[in-house]
């Protein structure tokens, strides 16, 4: 199944990010004071939008990615590494060197399969455990 993947705005990515992150929270829960300034990506199928992800500049060629998220009907079919293959791609041309987020413990092995690789200790964020996880990729020269 391909993945269109295209840039979106930040109000784009509160329903799903409400509905597969925070079920149980208001929309409100799921915007954030900087999603004004990150980059904002969304995967459709067909044109439906079933996947979204946000990157945040953190510093000197460092981002963060955050609230990645994909309908529940479309996960475990290859879309989130699509959508992951497109951002580090996206990397150089952002003039970024360092991604990373805080990744849900459950999910460390697919971000270990691009490279990335747990930093400090696992921490809780209320029940669920999360790993730092970094991907540092090459400068372009």
Same mark, same amino acid.
């Given at each position: 199944?391909?993945?269109?993947? &295209?840039?979106?705005?930040?109000?784009d990515t509160w329903p799903i990010r409400q509905f597969v992150l925070w079920p149980d929270q208001p929309i409100s829960?799921?915007?954030?004071?900087?999603?004004?300034?990150?980059?904002? %990506?969304?995967? @459709? /199928?067909?044109?439906?939008?079933?996947?979204?992800?946000?990157? %945040?500049?953190?510093?000197?060629?460092?981002?963060?990615?955050?609230?990645?998220? &994909?309908?529940?009907? @479309?996960?475990?079919?290859?879309?989130?590494?699509?959508?992951?293959?497109?951002? /580090?791609?996206?990397?150089?041309?952002? +003039?970024?060197? &360092?991604?990373?987020?805080?990744?849900?413990?459950?999910?460390?092995?697919? @971000?270990?399969?691009?490279?990335?690789?747990?930093?400090?200790?696992?921490? +809780?964020?209320?029940?669920?455990? @999360?790993?730092?996880?970094?991907?540092?990729?090459?400068?372009?020269?």
């Open positions: 199944m391909d993945l269109r993947i &295209t840039a979106i705005q930040a109000e829960h799921c915007m954030l004071e900087d999603d004004a300034v990150g980059s904002h %990506f969304g995967g @459709y /199928i067909d044109d439906r939008l079933v996947c979204v992800a946000s990157l %945040f500049p953190d510093g000197e060629r460092i981002a963060r990615l955050r609230k990645f998220a &994909t309908l529940p009907d @479309y996960q475990h079919l290859g879309l989130g590494t699509q959508m992951l293959q497109h951002i /580090i791609a996206e990397l150089p041309r952002l +003039n970024t060197t &360092t991604l990373w987020c805080h990744a849900r413990a459950a999910a460390m092995p697919f @971000y270990q399969r691009f490279g990335f690789e747990p930093v400090g200790e696992a921490f +809780n964020k209320g029940p669920v455990s @999360y790993w730092r996880a970094e991907l540092t990729i090459p400068a372009e020269s």
